[in-house]
């Protein structure tokens, strides 16, 4: 959450923090603002999108070779221009920008109110920066002291950078549980929450750590300490992202173009693991802990959002495929709860950007009972990659929609590979059905492709119910995630009210809510219970719902009872929520573009939640 970029070189700062912002909307739009230094320290900061922020400075003094900005999502004070960042000390020295909470800030704050201190805005961030101008003024000491002193004071998470008008060769950044790279040009720097701002410019990057302070000089190498100042001698490491991964290439919308992304993010997660030739599946994490993993009493997933849908198919494939005992847990609620946890268990952890603050707190928690913890995630160098003692990327390329897709089709298809692997190594699969699957898993690609083929008439469909007020996705086995994860979808993007259930608990309660107005996706396909999702359908028919079937091809028994069918390949029920989310996809872009919403930024939510 929040999105910040600050650069230091010979090039003029603006242009380069303002494409980076925009690179960053995604994870917020409240609010946005830069600050440069020329001769005096200039702040230009608004309310709304980082275009009305291009808006409001396009005539003003934009002249600078350093500058920070940020793009916000709103935690303390309400999104305005007052409230936005950069946020300044009261002597006008210094700015900064900040992605993260001080949960501490109003006892600071009192304090510094009794010290003299005036504040023009609610948030805790202006709190940090007069925290840190007293201290420089009371103690006399340098501005990286002064930052590693105050940072030893607050509570909370934090990714700040920081400016000094007395300064105009220096930034200063550091980092505790929200994301922060720095990255290495040719006498240039560049500092972001993530690397979409930084591509462009370099591949050489620094990842900070929790509690480092990195002093940035130009003409100088940068110097890393930790806020107790140990030196630590940084590690430089190479991007993989392209630039044309982070373009629409096209497309009118991300989502779009990331839901046609699917058929490549799925093979380029099964690239090196599974052999097409031999139907051999490799993966690294897996292996290297197999000892754990065969003696483990039980695997939990931790996770939230659409990556805990993914971890309930997870629980699906495991538990059939390996007979491991798997438990799902909302990673916001796991640490809080006082779990039973033991050095048999292991504790994964799902999340595409890596950086998911209730995610990393279920992860410490764990660590802390002696469970092994491992990772799944999407971003190299995040922090759950660093903080987990093996794991697996997703390798499905940057995802700039809000609204996850094509990382929820790479996480289960990790999933997958998972648990064909456990299975393999635990004896409880044939060979026969081992190869069976494999070669099932190495056809998905193609079979997604071919869902994609439906665009129109999903497109027809959306144009049919996109003034609902209600929906109603049912799926039963492996498809009941897919059913929250449609609903999920529809929810964030179109803020159409919609609830997933599995087919059956439809008759304890919403069963109630059904009427000719209720459109209600039941996802269908010819796997294990079809014939009583078909009487689950029949119950809402006799109650004038309007069923939208997701089938598999050439059922024409659905087709008989339902206003609209959407077809999909079969394939193997271990496999089907691959194929059967396509078309829930779609179904939600389609809605919402209709109803003029905003889909790669709705409203209120932000790509990487970086607090709790």
């Known amino acids: 959450m929040c ?10 700062a603006y242009p380069i923090v303002l494409k980076g912002l925009k690179r960053l909307e ?36 934009l002249n600078s070779t350093v500058g920070i900005g940020h793009t916000r999502w709103a935690t303390h004070g309400a999104p305005n221009d007052v409230n936005a960042h950069p946020h300044k000390s009261g002597n006008d020295r210094l700015a900064i920008i900040h992605n993260g909470i001080i949960e501490n800030y109003d006892a600071l704050k009192k304090e510094l109110i009794k010290r003299g201190h005036i504040f023009e805005s609610d948030t805790d961030t202006e709190v940090l920066i007069h925290l840190i101008e007293e201290i420089i003024a009371k103690d006399n000491v340098s501005l990286e002291e002064a930052v590693r002193y105050s940072l030893n004071e607050v509570i909370g998470a934090y990714a700040i950078v920081i400016i000094d008008k007395e300064n ?44 480092q302070v990195a002093i940035i000089e130009r003409g100088q190498e940068i110097k890393i300490v930790d806020i107790a100042n140990k030196q630590i001698t940084p590690m430089i490491q190479e991007l993989e992202m392209n630039l044309e991964a982070i373009e629409k290439g096209g497309y009118e919308h991300f989502m779009l173009k990331e839901i046609y992304e699917q058929p490549q993010s799925i093979r380029a997660s099964m690239l090196g693991r599974l052999n097409s030739v031999t139907g051999e599946v490799t993966l690294g994490g897996v292996e290297e802990f197999e000892a754990k993993f065969m003696n483990a009493d039980r695997i939990i997933f931790v996770a939230c959002g659409t990556s805990w849908h993914s971890a309930l198919v997870g629980e ?73 003692d093996a794991g697996s990327y997703t390798h499905a390329g940057p995802e700039i929609g809000v609204a996850s897709t094509k990382a929820f089709t790479a996480q289960i298809t990790i999933l997958a590979l998972m648990a064909l692997t456990l299975a393999q190594k635990k004896g409880s699969i044939t060979k026969t059905r081992y190869q069976e699957l494999t070669n099932q898993l190495n056809d998905i690609p193609r079979l997604v492709g071919k869902v994609l083929e439906s665009n129109e008439q999903i497109k027809y469909i959306a144009e049919q119910y996109k003034d609902a007020a209600n929906f109603l996705y049912l799926g039963r086995g492996y498809n009941f995630p897919v059913a929250l994860e449609g609903a999920l979808k529809l929810k964030e993007i179109s803020y159409i009210h919609a609830e997933g259930y599995p087919a059956a608990e439809m008759k304890h309660g919403p069963i109630a ?59 193997d029920e271990f496999l089907d929520p691959l194929i059967s989310v396509i078309p829930l996809q779609l179904l939600s872009y389609h809605i919402a573009v209709m109803r003029d919403c905003n889909v790669d930024q709705p409203r209120n939510l932000a790509k990487s939640v970086t607090v709790e």
């Open 26 to 61: 995604y994870r917020g739009y409240d609010s946005a603002g830069v600050a440069l230094l020329d001769t005096d320290l200039n702040i230009y900061k608004k309310a709304g999108k980082v275009s009305n922020l291009e808006n409001f400075a396009e005539d003003k003094n």
């Open 168 to 211: 105009p060769n220096k930034l200063i950044a550091a980092r505790n549980s929200s994301p922060l790279v720095i990255g290495i040009g040719k006498e240039e720097f560049f500092v972001a929450s993530d690397a979409t701002p930084i591509i462009e410019f370099t591949k050489n990057v620094i990842y900070l750590d929790d509690e």
């Open 316 to 388: 699906y494939m495991i538990e059939d495929l390996a007979r491991i005992p798997v438990e799902v847990e909302y990673a916001s609620e796991f640490r809080y709860r006082n779990p039973i946890l033991s050095e048999k268990d292991i504790v994964i952890a799902i999340s595409q950007s890596g950086e998911t603050a209730d995610t990393l707190a279920a992860l410490e928690l764990a660590k802390e009972k002696g469970a092994t913890i491992y990772g799944i995630c999407n971003v190299v160098g995040s922090s759950i990659a660093r903080a987990t």
């Open 3 to 12: 999105g910040i970029v600050a650069y230091i070189g010979h090039q003029q």
């Open 513 to 571: 809510l059904i009427d000719e107005n209720m459109p209600v996706v039941a996802i269908a396909t010819r796997i294990a219970n079809y014939q009583k999702v078909v009487s689950n359908i029949q119950e809402v028919k006799a109650r004038n719902g309007n069923i939208i079937g997701i089938v598999t091809e050439g059922d024409e028994a659905i087709r008989a009872i339902s206003e609209h069918v959407i077809e999909i390949p079969a394939t």
